[in-house]
């Protein structure tokens, strides 16, 4: 069996194969055979009974054949992270909880967008006994937020900050008790 039979066969068990991969896996066994040569060069040139020199001038040679087979078995999906960059999928995750993991964020999502169309209820608003302007929503855990001067000038933008940096936190308790629970 040849090298472009073997990658074929193991790209075919993956269910990563496809015709256009062609040209790629023969380039891969061609640059392997050509490892193969210069490795056989470099032991060639190892004293009787000793090791060949990492000096040698084929060294470099085998250095760089080696990672272009790595390139080219990425190419391919022959390697761990290429396989999961070609199937989309992450490590350990099938597809079903793969869907659902999305379906959750995706839930999350909806919820933060309509956000934007909401209005803030000048009632959130009061002053503290000082007369400084205080923000609270109602039946939140969260504190008062004090509101200085120098942003009370600001005071729409304050309010629209607070009440979307609020209902996110509120979402991702509320998400994340969901998946917790």
Avoid: C
Wanted: glycine letters at 6%; a negative charge.
């Amino acid at each position: 069996m040849t090298k472009e039979q073997i990658y074929r066969e193991q790209m075919q068990a993956l269910g990563i194969y496809e015709e256009i991969f062609e040209p790629e896996i023969k380039t891969l066994a061609r640059v392997e055979r050509e490892l193969t040569r210069a490795e056989k060069a470099w032991s060639a040139t190892a004293a009787p009974g000793g090791k060949p020199s990492f000096l040698d001038p084929h060294y470099p040679v085998i250095q760089r054949l080696r990672a272009e087979i790595l390139q080219h078995r990425e190419a391919l999906g022959l390697t761990p992270k290429a396989l999961r960059k070609l199937t989309g999928s992450a490590g350990g995750e099938t597809p079903e909880q793969k869907d659902l993991i999305t379906a959750k964020l995706d839930r999350i999502a909806d919820r933060v967008a309509g956000y934007d169309a909401q209005e803030v209820n000048p009632d959130w608003w009061k002053n503290d006994e000082a007369g400084q302007p205080v923000f609270t929503l109602p039946g939140s855990e969260v504190p008062e937020i004090q509101i200085t001067q120098d942003v009370y000038e600001t005071l729409p933008d304050a309010q629209e900050a607070a009440r979307i940096s609020h209902q996110m936190d509120e979402e991702l308790r509320h998400a994340v008790a969901e998946d917790m629970g």
